[in-house]
């Protein structure tokens, strides 16, 4: 039924845009030139490389590879709105590898052809195109079947000034392998959205259908879904009362066709997506005890923009990314997450690099305690789409999250054939699942759900300035009947008492109503600045909140107090410190401290000096387990000298120190040099040390580059880079010759 639908409003979405289409190209507009340009690109690497472990068993590998692309692109107007792109993408990677006296080859040949037919004016806008990507891999001498990734696709935009804006997005993406064995499947999409904005009023509706078939396991998928929100923002009363109102309803449908074999996919849609964002003062978080917030850039349906989360080299200690979920029903169920990401070069990491990647998954149903569910290693990409697929027994929880590490230079396997050393790899996507076989879903389901979001803000007095802040949140879903609402009413306060005092107090009442019952809480928060000189500035800051739950109570109350100086031009102070007393629902008690003390030194443009200490301690008692204490202490000094704009060195020196550990100490130094940036031919030559007491890690890198501009469009690319690495396991050593030659037209 699905499916007729479909079809049926596709037919007429066809006719309209035919029309549209048609209609535009008679205006008159101003035609764009033709275009034709492509490039060329070798590049050719030379690694060897040699280890020894602990036990003195060596080994010793060398290699090289060649990859070869060709690009061709032709880019031509036929009317004045009309426009056709045309191209062709030929690429080889080939490899030959010797490895402690057994020799390996292994070839990948890709070849893209696609072509577009665009049309564009300020009101509407239309394309429809096609692209092939095909596969071939080889390796050993045998040759795997080809795959192929096949995409249609048609969009469509409409923005009339004073009336609702339209996008249509319709694609089909059929993939398969050469003999149809291992993979035949099929996926169709259209998403048409539709907004339109009156005054404060913002409208919008998105129609989703998505229809999945995988004929090898006879299995058909198909879900349909419409979502409809409406937002409302307003100040009134000479601006003493705001009011924000959204509301959300979205029902999805699902049809399932199945013979019995396979899993079925149902995508969890989250109520917001979570990140602890780790920096200078929180590189150590601990994933059992981290608190994550909102993050929507992580579940905003963009899967090639980066959210901002880099899992890239990074050497020293290697602060652990959290990012995940909030579900809001505690009892969502799930098992799978789709991990998108992209690097900064554009390239596809490549699988060799992927596999040294550690994925931790976490749940929670208080987004304060964290317990694991898997960890997950050796994980490569979809070999069409750049994302890691983590996989995991089922859990029913509220929070879900994935912890990794960016990974340190030492892991990033050296001279892998036109993928640099060093690279940034940003998430950009998370999804969810629930994969269940396809024989125990229901032939036809549908799932209801709305949220209703409601702020308002009335200022009452002006001097002390004294504010109501009043907000209601309820959301549901059907058929599982889960309800939540919570209503908070809080007072605040802001007053400046002279020039360099001023302050903010506010209270809040807190009521939800859950499934497993009422959940009531007080929460109160006060803070004091004060800047009695321009360079000086002191804040104190007192939060706490006490919470009552299934007949149970439990608190936290927290002090801190942050300070900054500039003693003298080039001279900065910094130091903070506080305390946090919390107790649970179950007896235990909590009590934690930290501090941080950091000076910054400038005695001139072209030196810097930074030197930071931080402590932490925490000690847990009561709930019937033996009293726990755990303290870090962490000190770091760093120094930067650029002499020269083409001449860059760097030092740091840092002491990590945790309870019932012994000391880690780490060093890192580093030269870049850079003498002729502006020439035709351009040299770079940069060096890194790094040590770790830990393990008696230590690693140097040698590169030596050079860059020559042989025309305005063609460059050639060399560079040398020698690695040593030795711990208490081993040592190992590589050093790698690449050139890159590029020209295009």
């Known amino acids: 039924m699905h499916g007729t639908m479909f079809k049926a409003a596709a037919l007429r979405l066809a006719k309209a ?21 492509g490039y060329l690109e070798w590049d050719y690497s030379h690694l060897q490389s040699q280890t020894r472990d602990a036990t003195g068993t060596s080994g010793a590998q060398k290699g090289d590879g060649l990859t070869q692309k060709y690009s061709l692109m032709l880019n031509k107007s036929f009317l004045p709105l009309l426009s056709l792109r045309a191209g062709y993408l030929w690429e080889s990677d080939r490899n030959w590898l010797t490895a402690n006296g057994s020799e390996a080859r292994s070839s990948i040949t890709t070849s893209l052809p696609s072509v577009d037919l665009l049309m564009g004016s300020p009101m509407l806008n239309a394309s429809l195109g096609y692209s092939k990507r095909k596969e071939s891999d080889s390796t050993a001498g045998t040759s795997l079947p080809d795959r192929y990734n096949e995409e249609y696709h048609a969009s469509l935009g409409w923005r009339p000034e004073g009336l609702p804006a339209v996008s249509l997005l319709l694609t089909r993406i059929n993939t398969f392998d050469g003999l149809r064995q291992l993979e035949d499947s099929s996926n169709d999409r259209a998403t048409l959205g539709i907004t339109y904005n009156v005054k404060n009023l913002d409208l919008k509706y998105l129609f989703n259908y998505n229809d999945q078939k995988d004929r090898l396991l006879g299995l058909d998928v198909s879900q349909l879904s419409h979502t409809g929100t409406a937002s409302y923002s307003g100040q009134f009363f000479d601006e003493r009362v705001s009011l924000y109102s959204t509301y959300n309803v979205s029902e999805q449908g699902t049809a399932t066709s199945s013979s019995g074999r396979g ?32 993050y929507p850039l992580l579940v905003d349906g963009n899967l090639d923009k980066s959210a901002g989360i880099d899992l890239g080299p990074q050497p020293g200690p290697q602060a652990k ?133 409601t702020d308002v803000k009335v200022r009452l007095t002006d001097s002390p300035a004294l504010y109501y802040d009043g907000s209601f949140f309820l959301t549901s879903s059907l058929p599982n009947g889960f309800t939540k609402w919570t209503v908070s009413n809080a007072l605040m306060a802001e007053h400046r008492f002279n020039d360099w005092i001023s302050g903010s107090a506010r209270g809040a009442r807190e009521d939800s109503e859950e499934p497993k019952g009422h959940r009531g809480a007080f929460v109160y928060s006060a803070l004091l600045r004060m800047a009695p000189l321009p360079t000086l500035s002191d804040t104190i800051t007192y939060s706490g909140r006490r919470e009552s739950f299934q007949g149970k109570t439990s608190g936290a109350d927290s002090l801190f107090i942050s300070n900054t100086a500039e ?78 704009t083409t001449l860059y060195l760097t030092s740091s020196f840092s ?72 711990s208490s396991s081993g040592t190992e050593s590589s050093q790698t010759i690449s050139a890159v030659l590029r020209s295009s037209f």
């Open 655 to 726: 002491l990590l120190q945790q309870s019932g550990k012994a000391g880690t100490t780490f060093q890192n130094y580093g030269i870049n040099w850079s003498p002729f940036p502006d020439g035709t031919l351009q040299f770079n030559f940069a060096y890194s040390e790094n040590l770790a007491s830990l393990n008696q890690q230590k690693s140097k890198m040698l590169t030596p580059g050079l860059t020559w501009k042989i025309t305005p469009r063609t460059t050639l690319d060399a560079s040398y880079q020698r690695l040593n690495t030795s």
């Open 321 to 453: 990314r959290n990012f995940g979920f909030d579900f809001q029903n505690p009892q969502t169920t799930v098992n799978r997450v789709l991990l998108w990401v992209a690097t900064s070069n554009g390239q596809r990491l490549p699988d060799a690099i992927a596999r040294q990647y550690t994925w931790t998954v976490y749940q929670s149903q208080d987004n304060l305690a964290w317990a694991p569910v898997s960890t997950v290693t050796g994980l490569t990409l979809d070999p069409f789409q750049n994302r890691f697929e983590i996989k995991f027994a089922p859990v029913a929880t509220r929070y879900l999250k994935v912890v990794a590490a960016p990974l340190d230079p030492a892991q990033v396997p050296p001279g892998i054939i036109g993928f640099p050393p060093s690279f940034n790899l940003f998430v950009t996507e998370i999804q969810a699942f629930d994969e269940v076989p396809a024989a125990s879903v229901q032939k036809n389901s549908t799932v209801l759900s709305q949220m209703l979001n």
């Open 567 to 644: 003693l003298y031009q080039g001279v900065n102070l910094n130091a903070s410190g506080g305390l946090s007393l919390s107790s649970t629902d179950s007896g235990a008690r909590i009590r934690a401290y930290n501090a941080l003390f950091g000076v910054n030194l400038k005695p001139r443009g072209d030196l810097s000096l930074n030197a930071n200490y931080s402590w932490n301690s925490s000690l847990a008692t009561g709930a019937g387990i033996s009293d726990t204490s755990i303290s870090t202490q962490r000190e770091d000094i760093g120094v930067t000298y650029r002499p020269f």
């Open 263 to 294: 899993m079925v996919d149902q995508q969890l849609l989250p109520f917001s997506g979570l990140a602890a964002l780790t920096g200078p003062g929180q590189q150590y978080v601990v994933p059992e005890t981290a608190t994550l917030g909102s």
């Open 17 to 37: 845009w035919l029309v549209c289409l048609f209609g535009s190209l008679l205006q008159p507009q101003r035609a764009s030139a033709d275009l034709l340009n």
